[in-house]
């Protein structure tokens, strides 16, 4: 697993690649902790090469939001895959989540 922060404008884009699965999800969770710290603009996820997200993974996009929101900070998400999308779907995100 690969995630990758680039800045863009006042914002941030996230690039994730590979599988968000149990075993990365500790090793990501290190690697976006910037986000949680971040005051400035909207936050975009791009998942477009994210192959696989377990429920571990899942939970780091909730507590991501939950902050983003309090601070009133945007959270998106592109990229999605088709299977992606269906766990999205399966586990009531795709209701919470803002799409691009």
């Known amino acids: ?3 990758i922060i680039q800045q863009e404008g006042n914002g941030l884009r ?3 690649e590979g599988r968000l699965d149990t075993a990365a999800a500790t090793k990501t969770e290190q690697d976006i902790q910037p986000l949680f710290d971040f005051e400035g603009g909207d936050i975009t996820l791009d998942c477009a090469k994210l192959e696989y997200v377990s429920s571990s993974g899942l939970r780091l996009f ?5 902050v983003t929101k309090a601070k009133n900070i945007h959270l998106y998400i592109t990229g999605m895959t088709d299977d992606l999308r269906q766990v999205f779907d399966m586990t009531g995100f795709s209701s919470i989540f803002e799409f691009k």
């Open 1 to 3: 697993m690969n995630t």
């Open 14 to 16: 996230v690039i994730f």
């Open 62 to 66: 909730l507590a991501l939001l939950k």
